[in-house]
């Protein structure tokens, strides 16, 4: 499956903004789906994950955003969404989605658990 990000931009503190993430040539439905962030010099980090429809679309969140970011997916649009609230000037990356097959909970946190990755949106929060 190809992923393409988009909806990147600058926002203030306090803002929000929400990705995309479209999927094509694959069935998206099959996917567990996640979004890491990355700052340069840095390794990717954990955001957000959600499950696929059949095993009941549970999502999972890092800490530093729980309350504040929703992951949420469209399989009628072969979309997973990405909705910050609350943006905070360390919430700055390039935020890339990803798409994996049957991850166990325990991986869903772990960039090397997803097979397949987009190109990346920057997000920049700053006044």
């Known amino acids: 499956v190809q992923l393409q990000a988009s909806g990147g931009g600058l926002v203030q503190p306090g803002g929000s903004l929400r990705l995309s993430c479209a999927a094509s040539?694959?069935?998206?439905?099959?996917?567990?789906m996640g979004w890491f962030r990355q700052v340069p010099g840095k390794e990717r980090v954990f955001v957000a994950a959600?499950?696929?429809?059949?095993?009941?679309?549970?999502?999972y969140y890092a800490d530093s955003v729980k309350g504040r970011f929703a992951i949420s997916r469209d399989n009628a649009q072969n979309t997973v969404y990405l909705q910050m609230n609350s943006l905070k000037p360390e919430d700055t990356a390039v935020y890339h989605c990803?798409?994996?097959?049957?991850?166990?909970?325990?991986?869903?946190?772990?960039?090397?658990?997803?097979?397949?990755w987009g190109q990346g949106t920057l997000v920049t929060v700053s006044s």
């Open positions: 990803a798409a994996g097959r049957d991850l166990i909970t325990s991986s869903y946190g772990r960039a090397e658990s997803y097979g397949n």
């Open positions: 040539g694959g069935t998206f439905s099959a996917y567990d």
């Open positions: 959600i499950r696929r429809s059949e095993r009941g679309g549970t999502t």
